[in-house]
């Protein structure tokens, strides 16, 4: 891989950034909707702060890490005045303690367990934490969240909670063959939302739909995410 240098890479972050702002306008306007409708995550995962702080000054408002050391270790050096930073990676429960305070919200809940130790841990801290519910679109093994055929049950569970709020729900859809396939998951992810939006239940404010990333957020947009997660498409190729 072709190492640049920090000021080619900045110019890149540059470029990337307001290139992906005109194709999430195009994409919103198709929706019927403005590009202040959606908000557009920096995922920073593996990058170095002194790039994650360059997206910062370029207009980026929100920033996801995957794991939580990797988010405690950078944010002493990030520039986070104005700026949200959301868990999105699977999270573990000795890892909730660490986590709880530090983020605005935890985008993969997908469990009973992971939701009561979090509202634990925020209500001894004296906060409420918001939080997505992970959804397993796709019904894949491999793949961490809750299956759709579960959803309700879980999500009438955790908002018995004290110190936890959902916002809305989180999805990655499987890789598919096609355009049609994948905007099939992303459909289908928009009616489960718009459906749990409909019942106005108590302790919940459903208002977030987190789904596309760097190879689909054009579609997911236009399949009604108004949260997409993109990484490699503003900072380049990770490296591992």
């Given at each position: 891989?072709?190492?640049?240098?920090?000021?080619?890479?900045?110019?890149?972050?540059?470029?990337?950034?307001?290139?992906?702002?005109?194709?999430?306008?195009?994409?919103?306007?198709?929706?019927?909707?403005?590009?202040?409708?959606?908000?557009?995550?920096?995922?920073?995962?593996?990058?170095?702060?002194?790039?994650?702080?360059?997206?910062?000054?370029?207009?980026?408002?929100?920033?996801?890490e995957?794991?939580?050391?990797?988010?405690?270790?950078?944010?002493?050096?990030?520039?986070?005045?104005?700026?949200?930073?959301?868990?999105?990676?699977?999270?573990?429960?000795?890892?909730?303690?660490?986590?709880?305070?530090?983020?605005?919200?935890?985008?993969?809940?997908?469990?009973?367990?992971?939701?009561?130790?979090?509202?634990?841990?925020?209500?001894?801290?004296?906060i409420?934490?918001?939080?997505?519910?992970?959804?397993?679109?796709?019904?894949?093994?491999?793949?961490?969240?809750?299956?759709?055929?579960?959803?309700?049950?879980?999500?009438?569970?955790?908002?018995?909670?004290?110190?936890?709020?959902?916002?809305?729900?989180?999805?990655?859809?499987?890789?598919?063959?096609?355009?049609?396939?994948?905007?099939?998951?992303?459909?289908?992810?928009?009616?489960?939302?718009?459906d749990?939006?409909?019942?106005?239940?108590?302790n919940?404010?459903?208002?977030?739909?987190?789904?596309?990333?760097?190879?689909?957020?054009?579609?997911?947009?236009?399949?009604?995410?108004?949260?997409?997660?993109?990484?490699?498409?503003?900072?380049?190729?990770r490296?591992?």
């Amino acid at each position: 891989m072709e190492c640049l240098s920090a000021e080619e890479r900045f110019r890149n972050i540059d470029y990337n950034i307001e290139f992906i702002k005109e194709r999430i306008n195009e994409a919103a306007v198709k929706s019927s909707r403005k590009f202040e409708d959606i908000s557009f995550m920096a995922v920073t995962k593996t990058v170095e702060p002194i790039f994650i702080n360059r997206a910062l000054e370029r207009g980026i408002t929100l920033i996801g890490e995957n794991k939580v050391q990797e988010l405690l270790s950078k944010k002493p050096y990030l520039k986070l005045d104005g700026c949200e930073a959301h868990l999105i990676g699977h999270l573990q429960t000795n890892k909730v303690k660490q986590i709880v305070g530090e983020v605005s919200m935890i985008e993969s809940v997908d469990s009973l367990k992971i939701a009561m130790e979090i509202s634990k841990r925020s209500a001894a801290k004296g906060i409420t934490t918001e939080c997505l519910i992970e959804v397993n679109i796709g019904g894949e093994e491999s793949k961490t969240g809750i299956p759709a055929d579960m959803l309700d049950e879980l999500l009438y569970q955790i908002i018995e909670l004290p110190a936890v709020k959902v916002k809305g729900l989180m999805t990655i859809p499987p890789i598919c063959d096609s355009e049609a396939e994948l905007m099939k998951y992303f459909s289908k992810m928009h009616e489960i939302f718009i459906d749990i939006k409909s019942k106005k239940l108590d302790n919940t404010d459903i208002s977030i739909l987190s789904m596309g990333m760097s190879g689909d957020y054009e579609q997911a947009i236009l399949c009604g995410s108004n949260l997409v997660r993109i990484g490699s498409s503003v900072f380049g190729p990770r490296l591992y």
